[in-house]
């Protein structure tokens, strides 16, 4: 019989804050399916600390792209062996783009990427963004209270009151070097 701290560390004797049965995910790849769960039960409890590990992404990944293919993607190759506090914010940002699409993502969802950042760094992350977009053929969402940004869309959608009050489209985009604000 586990003794009270080998209880403590298994849940025996201990009410499950969180419960969930049978929990089954699968994902489809064009052809193929990628099954991230397959029947899990998962319990937590009051006051735990839960680290669930899964390098699923690897899974789902066809051809993923290495470190240094997707640093020299955002510009920062020669940046590969420092760590994050030896970069600036505007690297930093970087590094979680570059992060981002190395598993090749058809979907890349940027949210504020400029909002910390001074103009001359923001139009960097910008850069390494429409690169991506471009390069990768990413679908790339951009997501910002910064109207000049819209100059480098293909297209623009406006909300407002959390509903779409406008769609346009850009006839030509802007450079994001070219931005100022």
């Known amino acids: 019989m586990p003794g009270p701290a080998a209880q403590a560390h298994t849940g025996a004797h201990r009410e499950a804050v969180f419960s969930a049965s049978a929990l089954t995910k699968i994902y ?3 052809e193929v399916k990628v099954h991230a769960l397959r029947g899990v039960d998962l319990q937590l409890f009051a006051g735990e600390l839960v680290v669930l ?3 699923l992404v690897t899974e789902i990944a066809r051809d993923p ?3 240094r293919e997707a640093l020299a993607l ?3 190759a020669e940046r590969a062996d420092h760590f994050p506090s030896q970069l600036s914010g505007g690297e930093q940002q970087r590094v979680a783009i570059a992060r981002a699409i190395a598993k090749r993502p058809d979907v890349l969802l940027c ?3 400029t909002g910390a950042l001074d103009v001359k760094t923001g139009v960097l992350v910008l850069d390494a963004i429409a690169r991506v977009n471009r390069e990768l053929g990413t ?3 951009v997501i910002t209270h910064n109207a000049v940004i819209a100059a480098m869309a293909d297209r623009v959608i406006s909300i407002s009151g959390g509903l779409i009050a406008d769609v346009r489209e850009n006839e030509r985009k ?5 931005l100022t604000w």
């Open 28 to 30: 489809t790849m064009g």
């Open 53 to 55: 590990l899964d390098a």
């Open 74 to 76: 955002v510009g920062l």
């Open 139 to 141: 679908a790339t969402a």
């Open 111 to 113: 949210d504020e990427p």
């Open 174 to 178: 802007a450079d994001p070097k070219s």
């Open 65 to 67: 792209m290495q470190p």
